[in-house]
């Protein structure tokens, strides 16, 4: 039984026996409470601080409209708070015809959504929109630029359409290219799986260096893991993008469906958190391939450019004195 519970998903284990979850007005009264706390603490030692030689790592969220990334970004903000859960991203828009039109991405660095000003190198987050099921030579480029950090913000990534993709194919980086990749979906049996959109997200990641995949399915509350049709949709998800069980969650979001009385919005609910911070840890996790910094040598050169600049500004200060007495 317990190996049928996690070939579903590693984070079976972290759920309750009992699948409900009550929120409390109180987040010290929610049985998961002592766990959150002590997860907090482990991502943030592994994330490291900003005396360590590395930079935040930048993870991309993506999939289709409505599995429920923007959801899963502020469950995330919130499961590394212990104040309350915030609407920090904007969810539930991706339009009435269930559609976005264009493709964006937006970035979400610390400073956004983690409020104690300590110094832990907590991770910049990419939420990236409107993608649709195919793998086309442009969704592919797409792909590639953002994860290459090759694209502008918030710029509108239809246009390559017109323009040719050298539009995009800038010489300077725009963002520090990608270092994990997050793909999220709904876990409801009768929406079908994007297979044309996981095949360009793998063609994509390849592209450059293996960047890592980890896969979430989202709506756990109304689709749990008992369910026959669920199970044979997760099967199926973590197929397509070769999760092995560490890099693949089956969660339940922060929502009204689950807390219809709003107390999430004066606190946290620790027994959503838990499973979304296991998920988390190991998303940090330290692989050997991660970036550091671009070392000493062009702080050095900024440092030696700058002390020149100032030399010669006294320099000729002083010869526009000597100038002036003359
Ligand atoms: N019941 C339930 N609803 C969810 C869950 N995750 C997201 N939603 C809802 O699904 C809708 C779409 O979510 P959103 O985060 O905007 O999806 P996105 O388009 O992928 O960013 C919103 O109305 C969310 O409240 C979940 O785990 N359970
Ligand atoms: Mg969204």
Same mark, same amino acid.
């Given at each position: 039984?317990?190996?049928?519970?996690?070939?579903?998903?590693?984070?079976?284990?972290?759920?309750?026996?009992?699948?409900?979850?009550?929120?409390?007005?109180?987040?010290?009264?929610?049985?998961?409470?002592?766990?959150?706390?002590?997860?907090?603490?482990?991502?943030?030692?592994?994330?490291?601080?900003?005396?360590?030689?590395?930079?935040?790592?930048?993870?991309?969220?993506?999939?289709?409209?409505?599995?429920?990334?923007?959801?899963?970004?502020?469950?995330?903000?919130?499961?590394?708070?212990?104040?309350?859960?915030?609407?920090?991203?904007?969810?539930?828009?991706?339009?009435?015809?269930?559609?976005?039109?264009?493709?964006?991405?937006?970035?979400?660095?610390?400073?956004?959504?983690?409020?104690?000003?300590?110094?832990?190198?907590?991770?910049?987050?990419?939420?990236?929109?409107?993608?649709?099921?195919?793998?086309?030579?442009?969704? &592919?480029?797409?792909?590639? &630029?953002?994860?290459?950090?090759?694209?502008?913000?918030?710029?509108?990534?239809?246009?390559?359409?017109?323009?040719?993709?050298?539009?995009?194919?800038?010489?300077?980086?725009?963002?520090?290219?990608?270092?994990?990749?997050?793909?999220?979906?709904?876990?409801?049996?009768?929406?079908? &799986?994007?297979?044309?959109?996981?095949?360009?997200?793998?063609?994509?990641?390849?592209?450059?260096?293996?960047?890592?995949?980890?896969?979430?399915?989202?709506?756990?509350?109304?689709?749990?893991?008992?369910?026959?049709?669920?199970?044979?949709?997760?099967?199926?998800?973590?197929?397509?993008?070769?999760?092995?069980?560490?890099?693949?969650?089956?969660?339940?979001?922060?929502?009204?469906?689950?807390?219809?009385?709003?107390?999430?919005?004066?606190?946290?609910?620790?027994?959503?958190?838990?499973?979304? &911070?296991?998920?988390?840890?190991?998303?940090?996790?330290?692989?050997?391939?991660?970036?550091?910094?671009?070392?000493?040598?062009?702080?050095?050169?900024?440092?030696?450019?700058?002390?020149?600049?100032?030399?010669?500004?006294?320099?000729?200060?002083?010869?526009?004195?000597?100038?002036?007495?003359?």
């Amino acid at each position: 039984m317990k190996r049928d519970v996690l070939e579903n998903s590693f984070v079976e284990q972290y759920y309750s026996q009992a699948q409900h979850i009550i929120p409390q007005e109180n987040q010290k009264n929610d049985p998961k409470y002592e766990e959150k706390i002590e997860l907090i603490k482990e991502c943030q030692e592994i994330a490291g601080t900003d005396l360590s030689t590395k930079p935040p790592l930048n993870i991309a969220i993506i999939g289709l409209p409505g599995g429920g990334k923007s959801s899963l970004l502020n469950t995330i903000f919130a499961s590394f708070s212990t104040s309350c859960w915030e609407d920090i991203v904007q969810f539930g828009s991706f339009g009435t015809l269930g559609k976005q039109f264009t493709t964006r991405f937006k970035s979400f660095p610390k400073d956004v959504y983690y409020k104690p000003t300590d110094a832990y190198l907590m991770p910049t987050f990419l939420d990236m929109t409107g993608f649709e099921d195919e793998d086309s030579a442009k969704t &592919l480029a797409l792909l590639e &630029l953002v994860f290459a950090g090759r694209i502008r913000e918030e710029e509108e990534l239809t246009s390559a359409k017109s323009s040719g993709f050298n539009y995009f194919i800038r010489k300077g980086v725009c963002h520090r290219p990608v270092d994990r990749i997050i793909v999220v979906c709904t876990s409801n049996p009768d929406d079908n &799986l994007p297979p044309s959109f996981f095949n360009a997200v793998w063609k994509a990641k390849k592209k450059h260096r293996e960047i890592p995949v980890y896969g979430v399915m989202t709506f756990r509350d109304k689709y749990p893991p008992n369910n026959e049709r669920v199970k044979f949709k997760i099967q199926e998800f973590r197929k397509h993008l070769a999760l092995p069980q560490h890099r693949f969650a089956h969660i339940i979001n922060y929502c009204d469906d689950i807390d219809s009385e709003g107390v999430h919005t004066t606190t946290t609910i620790p027994s959503l958190d838990v499973p979304v &911070l296991q998920l988390m840890k190991q998303v940090l996790k330290t692989r050997k391939d991660d970036p550091t910094f671009p070392t000493e040598k062009l702080v050095n050169n900024r440092d030696i450019l700058s002390m020149l600049a100032f030399i010669f500004a006294v320099l000729a200060f002083i010869y526009v004195l000597l100038i002036s007495n003359s």
